[in-house]
């Protein structure tokens, strides 16, 4: 994976976001069928082009998944998987969290 992460107003072609929607969803059916899919391994089966954006939806996924099952995953356990995409690590859990708050204050 690069260490570039792209720019928010850079267009993301469909091919790429049919394959980000298409690896979401079997990367949650497997989570719902009891497994815990290989974060990894999903990344690895897209090119390294567009790693970083795939690695930034199927994060996102996991730590979702895992605060609905009870857990509180950290941003170190993550870091340390992934040292060199820190950065879309921390953004990852930074839009879950105020997510998460812009969610409690409608409440």
């Known amino acids: 994976m690069t260490e570039k992460q792209p720019s928010r107003q850079e267009p993301v072609p469909l091919e790429t976001l049919n394959l980000v929607l298409q690896l979401c969803d079997e990367f949650e059916d497997a989570w719902v069928w009891g497994n815990r899919p290989n974060l990894a391994a ?61 969610s409690d204050q409608k409440s």
């Open 42 to 102: 999903f990344v690895e089966r897209v090119p390294a082009a567009r790693r970083d954006q795939v690695l930034t939806h199927l994060l996102q996924l996991e730590i979702e998944l895992r605060v609905d099952a009870g857990e509180t995953p950290h941003v170190d356990e993550y870091v340390v998987r992934y040292p060199k995409q820190q950065a879309i690590i921390g953004d990852v859990f930074s839009r879950i969290a105020s997510a998460r708050a812009d």
